[in-house]
């Protein structure tokens, strides 16, 4: 057990190191959900005139959730850019060579993600308060906002480490990050469900995303909805993508010799 | 035929063959700029088809809205592929070795293009036929479809320029990716989601008024749901020219530079 967290506490300190001394990671992790949430907040604010539109927080908020998500998902997914980085570079190699408990790599790995998006969150939520975004949730509602976006990271994260593991190459990056950014497209970004219409609403109403965004907008106005769906959605998502993870890290494991 | 002996043209379609055809086998870097802006097209012509009902909003549906979008999206792909392939070029010597030959730089510049210019002409004619596929009508009809391939064309060639501009300027393919972001935010701080006058959010408003992509776009979609609108396309136009023959002059001076240097 101590080699175990020995090695999460390496991995985990490295990634949230290089992440914080390389601008070229931490600036564009950070700058990507801010300018979403300009784009989407300031540009398309207008929307919430059309008819039968009722979040009652407004608009900022209502994509405040959106990119408090997204950045959650994009910490993870920018660590799986880092996993497959440490492939191309050959450190991923010698860590599986020394590593004496190698399930730790992907603990270190997540921990990483989750510290990372910790950074980009924080950043995204003060930017929000400061835009002032009406926030008439309780401090219980903020607190499961909170779990809610870790879940979130933890899913994208074991998702990303795992498809990195496998694909062992920076070229994998497109591969990594297109899926979850569908699938968050795919989710009411712009408008509440029951105002989607055509393909879209269809594909919404089954998207596990648009759980998760309608409980975080939910938690945000105060009038927490469909929680346990969420949580139970994310949690099951978990072990799925953790068993996804674990089997990149036994193909590396074997392509390491 | 010696390089020292070759026309200006001929020096420019041998770098651009060469360009062509490396360009057509990365198709890892063909497939991803060309299906990326259908499958946001494909999400955001669907999921903000209800601002169509926002007071004030042109009579069409957003799908032919958000059609000019595809367009500047896979321009903005056009210049990153243009400056890493130049980049590229510059990292593994091969355009050390060109310039030790009498090639002229203009026309290395040109070719190097070569490739970028086939692609911006592919990726507009794709986006037109699913535009028009997925229901979309084109309001300035044939010849309207013409003038916008022409338009999205010369746009893309105006960002391919700034791809290789960024290339030249800093020799690594990693600082053309990186620039990429700012090419999106201008994107995105644009008339791309909603007319400027439904633009509520005042700050939002004026960076889209002064950014000049908001006219690029604006002169795109004027042919798809206005028709013939002059003053849409003199702008459009004109931002596009002005846009390639900055940037191709810019990316010209650096190539005299960076030539000078080997």
Known sequence: MRRFAFVVR???????????????IIVPSIVFPLFFFAAFAGGLSKIAQVPNFDY????????????FLQSAAFGGVFTGFAVARDFDSGFARRLLLSAPARGGIIVGYVIGALLRWGITGSVVTLVALASGMNVPAGPGD???LLALGVLFNLVAALWAVG???????????????????VVLF?????????????????????????????????????TPTDIALAFGLLGGSIILWAAFARRGLLSAERAAG | MGAEHASALEQIGAIARRSIVRTFRQRGLLVFPLLFPLILFAINGSA????????GFPPVSYRAFALAVPFMQGALFVAVTAGVDLARDIETGFFNRLALTPLRG????????????????????VYLVVGVASGVGIASGAGGALVLLALSTLIAFGFAGLGTLVALRFGNGEAVQAVFPLFFVSLFLSSMALPRNLIKTPWFHDVATYNPVSYLIEGVRSLIITGWDGQALA????????????????????????????
Request: hydrophobic residues 55%; positive net charge.
């Open chain 2, 106 to 125: 203009g026309a290395l510049l040109l070719g190097q293009l070569g490739g970028a210019f086939v692609v911006a002409c592919v990726q507009a004619v």
């Open chain 1, 142 to 144: 903020l607190f499961a």
């Open chain 1, 186 to 222: 795919l989710a009411p970004v712009y408008v509440p469900l029951h105002l989607l219409t055509g393909w879209v609403h269809s594909v919404a109403r089954l998207n596990p995303a648009t759980f998760a965004l309608e409980a975080a907008r939910g938690l945000l106005a105060g």
């Open chain 1, 10 to 24: 390496g991995v985990a300190w490295r990634s949230i190191h290089n992440t914080i001394v390389s601008p070229s």
């Open chain 1, 56 to 67: 009652k927080p407004g608009y900022t908020a209502f994509q405040f959730t959106f990119v």
């Open chain 1, 163 to 181: 498809l990195a593991m496998f694909l062992r190459t920076e070229q994998a990056g497109a591969v990594i990050q297109m899926p979850v950014f």
């Open chain 2, 235 to 262: 702008l459009g136009f004109g931002f596009a020219a002005a846009l390639a023959v900055i940037s191709l002059g810019a990316s010209s001076l650096a190539m005299r530079s960076r030539m000078a240097r080997t």
């Open chain 2, 48 to 55: 903000l088809g209800a601002a169509t009902r926002i007071p």
